[in-house]
């Protein structure tokens, strides 16, 4: 797992893993909602363009991304841990975000998407690299919920 908010990504034959984590002085609390707030992602997030529907488990969403501008992404959120663990995805890939309180006050988020499968040799060479995005991402939550947290001291 990436640290310190630089993205590392491991690249094998049918499937590709991007990942980053980065410390965040912010209650869980104050970061789930920016996670789980469909509609609030533009304005805090550069990464994304739009976020249509309820993020909640079993719900689907539409996200469009700055990646992919023309394209909306259909998703299904597959897991949902309250504070915890978020999950969603489509069928050749899944995005998972964690949280993990410290006792120092602090809560390392992660991201973790994994693409593949089968065919993934086929298409591999037309998917951009997601490491600036979630550098960018996760930068940007960072900022946000800090600024949240330091707002209600």
């Known amino acids: 797992m990436a ?18 984590s980065t410390g965040i002085q912010a209650d869980p609390a104050i970061i789930w909602k920016l996670l789980t707030t469909a509609t609030d992602y533009p304005r805090w997030n550069s990464t994304v363009i739009s976020v249509e529907g309820n993020i909640a488990l079993g719900e689907k969403i539409k996200l469009k991304s700055t990646l992919a501008p023309k394209r909306i992404f259909k998703l299904q959120v597959k897991e949902f841990i309250n504070e915890q663990r978020l999950m969603w995805g489509d069928g050749p890939g899944n995005r998972i975000y964690t949280l993990d309180k410290k006792n120092n006050g602090t809560v390392t988020f992660s991201m973790v998407e994994k693409i593949g499968g089968f065919m993934f040799p086929m298409y591999a060479k037309y998917i951009p690299s997601f490491d600036q995005s979630f550098e960018q991402f996760a930068a940007d939550l960072k900022q946000e919920a800090e600024t949240i947290q330091n707002a209600t001291r």
Do not use: D, H, L, P
Request: net charge positive; hydrophobic share 15%.
């Open 3 to 20: 640290q310190n908010g630089k993205a590392t990504t491991e690249k094998k034959t049918f499937s590709r893993t991007t990942s980053i």
